[in-house]
Each structure stands twice: as C-alpha cells, then as structure tokens.
C-alpha cells in the first residue's frame, strides 16, 4: 500500500523512515479513534525523550550540577515545549481522532500534540531502537540545548516561590482555577495563587493551567519579595 504524503513527509521532517508504517499510524491515533491508540506508545516515549534530552544535557553541559540539568531537563520536556515540536513537524495534519473530537478542536490542543509528540518518539524507538530516537530527540531539541547556557537556567516560578516559603518555614502556596474563557482549542485560563496563612493571593492568565500557574506564582514571588511582613526577612 502507498504511504499517504502527508506521513512521507512528516518522516521526512523526522529524520526517520518507518519500515512498519503502521506503527506510526499508531502513535498518530487519538483513543477516542478507537482501540488501537496511542497511549502505550506515549508512554514509552516519555521515557526515552527524558533519556534522550538528558545524554544531550550532560554532554554539552558536563560541568553543570544536577539541580541544573534538571531544571532544563524539564524545561525542554514539558508540555509547551513539546507542542511547538509537534507543530513543527505538522502533527496537527496526520493525526487520527473521531469526528466530535476533530470538531472540538483536538487537533490543536496542546496536551494531545504532545502525548502524540512522545507517541511518534515511543514508535521509533521501538522500530529502530534507542539510536534512532536519540537521533529524533537530537533534531528536535539539539539546537536548543547547544544555544543555551547553564549560567541562563533558571528555576521556574512555581519552584522558586515554593522554595521561598519553605526556607521561611511558611506553607506551599494554593493554586486554583477562577475561570475560563473560549472555545476547547483556544481556551484562556485565569488561576490563582494563594499563601493562606499570609492572606495573599495573586492571579494568572495564560493558555493553559500550567503557564497560568506559572505567572500568578510569578506575581506572588514579586509581592513577597517587596513586602516586609512579620516572622523574618522575605527578601532573597
């Protein structure tokens, strides 16, 4: 059977060339398609992306500490930074999904370009073995990981406000979502950050619950560090 040219071409951005063409079609398939989806095959490829990005890390990187690479690590694995990378290589073209699923824009939804991201890198892994999908891993994210240099990582605010507190002896923060706006592809989400026992709260918005969080932690990291509120210095 010919391959369609949309999967000829996706292989082709990959750098890699299936020899069982429905693998991939596997890795491309939403549950909602049916039985034969991608959910086993995300879950490998979670892991050989983490070791995939983490040999790229310690390589150009070997004199960074732990905490470090780390933190880049996750940075470069995240769901954000792997839904730019299944935009990249046309994912949102060949993925398979029912109808109400397509209509409520699941193609374009970052949390299932993603899973379908680490889908594509489970099957090649499991076709062609860990070389081939540290190759993957390396054309995705190599140039990102040799343009960035240690001295620029930084923790996100999430961890550094909740290292923060704790260094002060003072409870994690609370977050929650207090709403939502637009359609299911396009939603804008606004979440709060709140330190009960200080009586402060801070707000977020963003495109997903998790860049929300990020920028009500921000807000509250800067209010703390601005403040002079009983129980010890709150400046770092």
């Known amino acids: 059977m010919?391959?369609?040219?949309?999967?000829?071409?996706l292989q082709q951005?990959?750098?890699?060339r299936f020899t069982q063409p429905e693998l991939l079609r596997r890795a491309?398939?939403?549950?909602?398609?049916?039985?034969?989806?991608?959910?086993?095959?995300?879950?490998?490829?979670?892991?050989?992306?983490?070791?995939?990005v983490s040999e790229l890390l310690y390589a150009r990187h070997g004199g960074s500490d732990e905490g470090d690479?780390?933190?880049?690590?996750?940075?470069?694995?995240?769901?954000?930074?792997?839904?730019?990378?299944?935009?990249?290589?046309?994912?949102?073209?060949?993925?398979?999904?029912?109808?109400g699923e397509l209509?409520?824009?699941?193609?374009?939804?970052?949390?299932?370009?993603?899973?379908?991201?680490?889908?594509v890198i489970g099957a090649v892994f499991l076709e062609g073995g860990y070389a081939a999908a540290r190759a993957v891993v390396q054309r995705l994210f190599g140039e990102v990981i040799e343009?960035?240099?240690?001295?620029?990582?930084?923790?996100?605010?999430?961890t550094e406000l909740q290292e923060w507190l704790q260094a002060r002896?003072?409870?994690?923060?609370?977050?929650?979502?207090?709403?939502t706006r637009g359609q299911a592809h396009a939603q804008t989400f606004e979440v709060e950050c709140a330190v009960p026992t200080l009586g402060l709260a801070e707000q977020g918005e963003g495109k997903s619950r998790r860049t929300s969080e990020q920028e009500a932690a921000r807000r509250m990291l800067d209010a703390l560090k601005a403040s002079d509120l009983p129980g010890g210095p709150l400046r770092s």
């Open 2 to 9: 010919t391959e369609p040219a949309a999967l000829v071409a």
């Open 103 to 119: 209509r409520g824009g699941g193609a374009l939804r970052p949390s299932l370009l993603a899973d379908a991201m680490e889908a």
């Open 28 to 52: 491309l398939t939403h549950r909602s398609w049916g039985a034969e989806h991608n959910e086993r095959l995300e879950f490998l490829g979670d892991a050989v992306l983490s070791l995939g």
């Open 147 to 158: 343009a960035t240099e240690a001295e620029h990582w930084s923790k996100d605010p999430k």
């Open 13 to 16: 951005r990959l750098g890699y």
């Open 169 to 179: 002896k003072l409870p994690v923060p609370v977050y929650r979502i207090t709403a």
């Open 69 to 99: 690479l780390t933190r880049v690590r996750a940075h470069l694995v995240r769901e954000d930074s792997l839904h730019r990378a299944a935009l990249a290589l046309g994912l949102p073209d060949v993925l398979r999904m029912s109808e």
